[in-house]
């Protein structure tokens, strides 16, 4: 059963920069793909980013080009960097990991693991 712990979340101004890590129970991080979602107050959970097992990266359009997803395999984890943060990115933000993750694009149906949550509340 694997693990997955997200940290990082916290109070930022708008326009401001957090980075979120995502720590999974693996030292095979790079069989999966692993994606960061968020689930704001009365709104479904949406995808916000993935990586897969090939590297690959996939985004949602709201936050293309200010939030990057990365991964460092000797480390297991996974990185939400989110930069030029609004007031709209306040949520509740997840990982969640798709095994095998050969090609996987993090559609939310397929994953199969999934962590706690951190809370990411972006106000002045």
């Known amino acids: 059963q694997l693990q997955l712990v997200e940290s990082g979340g916290g109070l930022v101004q708008p326009g401001g920069s957090l980075r979120l890590s995502c720590v999974a129970s693996?030292?095979?991080?790079?069989?999966?793909?692993i994606g960061w979602f968020r689930q704001a107050p009365g709104k479904e959970r949406e995808g916000v980013g993935c990586?897969?097992?090939?590297?690959?990266?996939n985004y949602a359009d709201s936050v293309i080009g200010r939030f990057t997803v990365s991964r460092d395999t000797a480390r297991n984890t996974v990185y939400l960097q989110m930069n030029s943060l609004k007031p709209e990115d306040t949520a509740v933000y997840y990982c969640?990991?798709?095994?095998?993750?050969?090609?996987?694009?993090?559609?939310?149906?397929?994953?199969?693991?999934w962590g706690k949550g951190t809370l990411v509340t972006v106000s002045s």
């Open positions: 969640a990991a798709d095994y095998p993750g050969y090609g996987s694009k993090c559609a939310d149906y397929n994953m199969d693991y």
């Open positions: 990586v897969n097992s090939g590297g690959d990266t």
């Open positions: 693996t030292s095979t991080l790079d069989r999966y793909a």
